[in-house]
C-alpha cells in the first residue's frame, strides 16, 4: 500500500437502483486485468453492485451469485469470486488465483477483506457502508495511475469531482 497514486472519491446510494447504476457506469470504464475488491458487511450491497459491473462491462442476463462458489466466470473474461467461504486460499489449489486477480479478466471480488493478500496491488477498493437510515455511502479508492483515472472518469459522469 501506498506505493501507487491513490484516488477516492465516496457517493450516497439511497436505492438499490442507484447501486446498480454506480456499478454499471463503473464497468463501462473498466479494462481488461481490472481488480475491484468489494468490501462491506453482509448486506451491504456488494452483489448489487457487482450486477451493475457485470452489465457495465457488456455481460446481460446475469443469473449466479457467487455465495456458494467461490468463482463465476463470464464472458470477457470476466471473474466474479466471493472470499466468505475462503478459510486457507493456500489449500484451494484447484483454483487459479494469479489467472483470476492478475491475468487478462476483469475481477470483482466480494469480501475481498477476507484475503487482501490474493490482491493484486494495484486494485479498485469498493467500501459500502449502510448508514443509519438505509442509504449505502460507497467509497471508492483506486490504488494505481490506470485506477485513479477510472474513479475520477466515473465521478465525472456523475457529476462530480473526484478529490485526492
Ligand atoms: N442503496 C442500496 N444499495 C444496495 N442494496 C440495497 C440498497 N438499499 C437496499 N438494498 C438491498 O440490500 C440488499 C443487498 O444485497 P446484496 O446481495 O447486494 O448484498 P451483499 O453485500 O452482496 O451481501 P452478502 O454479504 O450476503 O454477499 C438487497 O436486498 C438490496 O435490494
Ligand atoms: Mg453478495
Known amino acids: 500500500m501506498g506505493q501507487f497514486p491513490m484516488r477516492s472519491w465516496s457517493v450516497r446510494c439511497p436505492a438499490a437502483q442507484d447501486t446498480e447504476a454506480l456499478g454499471r457506469a463503473l464497468g463501462r470504464l473498466l479494462f481488461p486485468g481490472a481488480a475491484v475488491a468489494l468490501v462491506g458487511e453482509l448486506g451491504a450491497g456488494k452483489t448489487t453492485f457487482a450486477r451493475g459491473v457485470l452489465e457495465g462491462l457488456g455481460v446481460h442476463g446475469y443469473l449466479h451469485s457467487p455465495s456458494f462458489s467461490l468463482v463465476h466466470e463470464y464472458p470477457g473474461p470476466v471473474y466474479h469470486l466471493?472470499?466468505?467461504?475462503?478459510?486457507?486460499?493456500?489449500?484451494?489449489?484447484?483454483?487459479?488465483?494469479e489467472e483470476y486477480l492478475g491475468g487478462e479478466g476483469v475481477a470483482l471480488v466480494e469480501w475481498a477483506d477476507r484475503c487482501a493478500e490474493l490482491l493484486p496491488p494495484r486494485r479498485l477498493e469498493v467500501r459500502l457502508e449502510v448508514l443509519p437510515d438505509g442509504v449505502r455511502r460507497i467509497r471508492l479508492t483506486a490504488h494505481g495511475t490506470a485506477l485513479a483515472a477510472v474513479v475520477a472518469a466515473l465521478a465525472a459522469t456523475q457529476?462530480?469531482?473526484?478529490?485526492l
Open 159 to 163: 457529476g462530480e469531482p473526484a478529490g
Open 82 to 97: 466471493d472470499f466468505y467461504r475462503l478459510e486457507q486460499p493456500q489449500t484451494e489449489t484447484a483454483l487459479d488465483w
